[in-house]
């Protein structure tokens, strides 16, 4: 009769009374320790169609979106991590890189508690014509792709710059069709410059 290893794990192992047998002996110990291992599959869909019956602890990598995800008994959750490379946003005219020394406007996605969450950090020079913001506040001349769009309307404070300003923040609108739209300055509120440091919200 097989036994069992001594971690706990579950995997099986034949004895010296068992029938000889390879291919069982392979399958038992093959079958034993897969669900154990990080899986790799194509994407989630292909997964669900190979894991009928998933056990909490199983670990998978999906290729299609880069991610680790964990089964915890009810479904399967995005394990923390943060090591997607940051992009730069393409500026649109009106709107230079770097303001106030911040940087260049970048973006990345990371897994924060089981949701993909977008990162912003760089500064931004600002340009008016008569008082009103450059094309009407959007600051990216490419819209950010699906996967760094948000399901709603996401709203966060920047900080910006008080000269020519009696304010020291705008509002920045993350649209749902990738938009990063300035909203705030105008009028008597002409800051050269806004800073995307710090900001991090979900998708």
Known sequence: MPLTDSYGQGVTYPTLTDKPNAQTLGQGIVDGLTPKVVMTFASAVVRGATIKKPAPGMVT???DVGRLEVYDGTGWVSFGYGTNTWKTISLASGFTA???SNGTPQYRIVTLFGEDT????????LTYTAGV???????N??????????TTLRTVP???SAASSTVTSLKLDIKTNGELTLVGAGGKDLPPWVSLNGVICSL
Do not use: D, E, F, Q
Request: hydrophobic share 45%; net charge positive.
């Open 133 to 139: 913001l450059k094309n009407g506040g959007v600051i």
């Open 141 to 150: 001349s490419a819209m950010l792709p699906t996967s760094a769009r948000p």
């Open 118 to 125: 977008i990162m912003l950090r760089g500064g931004v020079n």
């Open 158 to 160: 920047v900080a910006c």
């Open 61 to 63: 990598w999906l290729k």
């Open 98 to 100: 770097n303001g106030n």
